[in-house]
């Protein structure tokens, strides 16, 4: 299963492509290419506190897992004050649940042949468990106050997230919950179950819990152990509560490793679990949440149970779907009907509850304050990440290197989660690959990490040439009104060839098919130039891997015949819906591509642009993960025809296959003699005929067996780092500075992310207000350079705004005064006020000096006649 969301949509934009790439040029700058420091060591810790403590003293440099509010107050004062702390409300804790089966009679029948009763089949005692849980209690209690209750997969106080948070208040949702309200309605759920036809004289109340055919009602409760001060007591808590209310639950203590395989490598047909605590990081700092709901609430994603396996049991909700695809795929005409999806499709999910949101965690990251000189660039919504990573600058060596010691946490020991698959949707699914792999990637694009703004990396564009022109047709479908032309193409995954005149679409009851089409028009249309470079064998960058990515996620998202070896479900689940977007390609003879595309957004055209670039990513949807096309082909040889071990691979976590791994010393020996097979056979791909010659293609081969050769492993990427060492004995993963040919200068995005923010530090709201006097409100803002985290107070440049939101759903805004650096009052005049019903109301304070991610602090207002 995957943590980490959005992937530029460049991957499955098809191009025509008429020439061979060139190398991209030098951005800014004084230093050497790539990034200022020479290598990066990582290790792994069983015990924060350990962790923490070699912080301090020196004996590495950064701790790179997020502390809770309880560990970070618990560090000793004369250590502390050796340490740069980053604190990022980036961690957040939800409830999963396995629904199976899903419908009345709420029985299942497991592959034992036994039959369960499962009462979290029943979607009136999931949505229950929103007043059955006291969120506040687990922020005041076991967060020790850091952190605030959450209802929604959106942050609270985060960029555009109130209005979705808006929608679990107008269900009813408070922070306390209603402990009465919801035994009340998990015992009338239950008693409804148990007058079914099926299900008379065997679901029966018996003392305190409910059975079944004799049997206590269980929830399989799996409570992550190795989180002892966090989600373990959390767990036990949320047990005690259900229990409360009559349903037996078996706790379930497991590490983060057992726990994973079971819940998302699992088939939810097992039945070995029906609930999990699960834990996030924040994956990105955000400015549009589109893609979170598709994450977190709808199964297309892969993130529901049974993960879009193929074989396993599915949980389904095509209203959802259909809802949350619309919107990340840009399917929409004006930001209004974009908000009324995801805003629908947000309460759906709420009220399907499949997915419980608990709690949002202030998380605080600590680094040696000694080693570096100066901070580093990190996540404002998500914390230290592979920005931070690229951007550390210590001190030298005795021997003039620069070498970052990175520290991650893991209770087992183990830095290696999950397999390290580049293409299937479920490698590198945990956060210490992630950590490791993303400072050795380059995407065509990024969100900076501060401000969220869809940033080119490996490409260049210019927006005047990104248009959009698009009207609504009938039904309210939408039109693009950009003409194709003719030598436009894409990947016909059925022929096998790039072919002009077809596009992929929704042919009905869910299915897609290439379509013949003289006339194809297009939402919009972009131009851009890609930044070559070479990858980490030395090999260039050129135009087949952008073609070759195309025609690679065309080949695997469709099913094209019954006994179709390159057909993944679980991949399919989460591409096929993006083929239809791509209405085909032109390379231009300056070398640049015209891709024209059905994606739309009103709101912000540089994430029109940014889903219109080429790349050549060919998997692993929504990860930060890239090789070049000859490790990728020799992964996609191993699944279809097997390997030199006999191991049968997958792209999969079934656990019925071994899934494909790039650092695992079996793997990495069958993808070295796949390469050799492919050497001997001066072996070129189909899609790629056109632009590599066979001796290019046996280059690449050598290039890439050399790499595995010296460095042990076949991550052979882009970015300014590659993998030059790996010991699973111990533990260790070393990075080094890739410099050749990097199109980047090390001090270049150091100088290019640094920004001044705004800061919202306090906001005093009267306790009451009366619709017969003006409101007043005042707001303490600062001035913030990052990352240096240094703070003044704002002056009158800084915008600051008080929405008001009304009953209807309706807002009013009002723009604050600048009184003086640092303080604004916002004055809500009483005329307004006095047509107004007495309640409490949500009021957003906002603060920006431009176009940046504004500072956001939800609070309410409550009127009185």
Not at 527 to 548: C, E, N, R
Not at 551 to 572: G, T
């Amino acid at each position: 299963m995957k943590k980490r969301l959005f992937a530029a949509l460049g991957a499955s934009v098809a191009l025509l492509a008429a020439c061979s790439g060139g190398g991209g040029g030098t951005a800014g700058g004084s230093k050497e290419l790539g990034p200022i420091v020479d290598k990066v060591i990582y290790n792994v810790v069983m015990d924060q506190t350990v962790a923490i403590k070699d912080t301090a003293e020196g004996k590495t440099d950064v701790f790179f897992t997020g502390l809770n509010g309880s560990t970070y107050k618990g560090i000793d004062q004369n250590d502390l004050a050796k340490l740069d702390v980053y604190a990022v409300p980036s961690g957040s804790w939800s409830l999963l649940t396995n629904p199976i089966p899903n419908q009345a009679p709420y029985v299942h029948t497991t592959k034992d042949g036994k039959k369960v009763f499962n009462p979290l089949a029943i979607r009136e005692i999931r949505y229950a468990l929103n007043w059955l849980i006291d969120r506040k209690k687990l922020v005041d209690e076991v967060l020790q106050g850091t952190g605030e209750p959450m209802m929604t997969p959106m942050t609270p106080g985060q960029p555009g997230t109130y209005k979705y948070n808006l929608v679990a208040a107008n269900l009813g949702m408070t922070a306390q919950g209603n402990e009465k309200k919801a035994i009340e309605d998990i015992t009338k759920a239950m008693e409804a179950a148990a007058v079914l036809p099926e299900n008379k004289g065997k679901l029966l109340k018996y003392g305190q819990f409910w059975t079944y055919e004799g049997k206590p009602v269980t929830i399989r409760f799996v409570i992550r152990v190795d989180d002892p001060s966090g989600r373990l007591p959390a767990g036990n808590y949320i047990a005690d509560q259900l229990e409360k209310a009559g349903l037996k639950v078996e706790r379930l203590l497991y590490d983060r490793s057992k726990a994973s395989k079971l819940v998302y490598g699992g088939d939810p047909a097992d039945y070995e679990w029906t609930m999990y605590t699960e834990g996030w990081g924040a994956g990105a700092t955000r400015r549009w949440w589109d893609v979170t709901i598709s994450q977190m609430y709808a199964p297309y994603y892969g993130y529901m149970p049974g993960g879009a396996t193929e074989g396993f049991w599915n949980y389904k909700n095509d209203e959802i779907d259909r809802l949350a695809q619309k919107s990340y795929n840009g399917w929409f005409l004006t930001s209004d009907e974009y908000w009324t999806d995801n805003l629908k499709a947000t309460k759906l999910g709420l009220e399907d509850a499949v997915r419980i949101y608990l709690v949002s965690q202030m998380q605080y990251y600590v680094a040696n304050k000694g080693r570096f000189n100066s901070r580093m660039l990190y996540g404002l919504g998500d914390g230290l990440n592979n920005w931070s990573v690229r951007s550390a600058d210590v001190k030298p060596n005795d021997k003039g290197e620069k070498v970052l010691r990175v520290t991650q946490y893991s209770a087992r020991g183990g830095l290696f989660m999950s397999a390290w698959d580049p293409v299937g949707v479920d490698g590198f699914s945990d956060a210490y690959s992630a950590a490791i792999v993303e400072a050795c990637t380059d995407l065509s694009t990024f969100e900076a990490p501060n401000d969220a703004a869809d940033t080119p990396l490996r490409v260049k564009w210019d927006e005047k040439k990104v248009i959009t022109k698009i009207e609504a047709g009938p039904e309210g479908k939408l039109v693009g009104k950009i003409s194709v032309p003719k030598e436009a193409t894409i990947y016909n995954s059925k022929t096998k060839q790039w072919e002009s005149g077809i596009e992929y679409k929704d042919v009905g009851d869910g299915k897609y098919d290439y379509v013949k089409n003289d006339n194809i028009t297009a939402y919009s249309e972009a131009t851009s130039t890609y930044i070559y470079g070479k990858w980490h064998s030395g090999q260039p960058v050129t135009i087949a891997d952008l073609m070759y990515a195309s025609a690679f996620v065309a080949e695997w998202a469709n099913k094209d015949s019954e006994d179709d070896l390159y057909y993944d479900e679980a991949y399919a689940s989460q591409y096929q819906a993006f083929l239809p977007i791509s209405k085909g390609g032109v390379v231009n003879k300056d070398g640049s591509f015209t891709n024209y595309y059905d994606f739309n957004w009103p709101m912000d055209a540089a994430r029109v642009a940014a889903n219109g670039v080429p790349s050549p990513k060919a998997g692993n949807p929504g990860r930060q993960t890239l090789v070049s096309w000859e490790i990728t082909e020799a992964l996609a040889k191993l699944v279809v025809e097997g390997s030199m071990s006999g191991t049968v691979y997958s792209f999969s976590s079934d656990p019925a296959f071994t899934e494909v791994d790039v650092i695992n010393p079996t793997c990495v020996a069958d993808i070295k003699a796949k390469l050799q097979e492919f050497v001997e056979a001066k072996y070129v791909p189909d899609p790629i005929k056109q632009w590599v010659k066979p001796e290019e293609a046996v280059a690449r081969y050598n290039a890439a067996i050399k790499f595995i050769d010296t460095y042990g492993n076949a991550y052979i990427s882009n970015g300014p780092f590659f993998i030059s060492k790996v010991d699973y004995n111990a533990n260790y993963v070393e990075l080094s500075a890739f410099r050749d040919s990097y199109p980047y200068k090390a001090d270049y995005w150091p100088n290019k992310l640094k920004t001044t923010l705004t800061r919202i530090d306090e906001v005093k709201v009267p306790a009451t207000a009366s619709k017969a006097k003006d409101v007043t409100i005042d707001v303490a803002v600062s001035a913030v350079l990052y990352p240096a985290d240094t703070a003044s107070p704002a002056d009158n440049k800084a915008k600051v705004t008080a929405t008001l939101v009304l009953a209807d759903g309706t807002e009013k805004v009002y723009t604050a005064k600048h009184v003086k650096d640092g303080a604004f009052q916002v004055v809500i005049p009483a005329k307004d006020m006095s047509g107004l019903k007495e309640g409490n109301y949500t009021l957003v304070l906002q603060s920006a000096f431009s176009t940046e991610a504004p500072s956001v602090v939800p609070t309410s207002l409550v009127l009185l006649p």
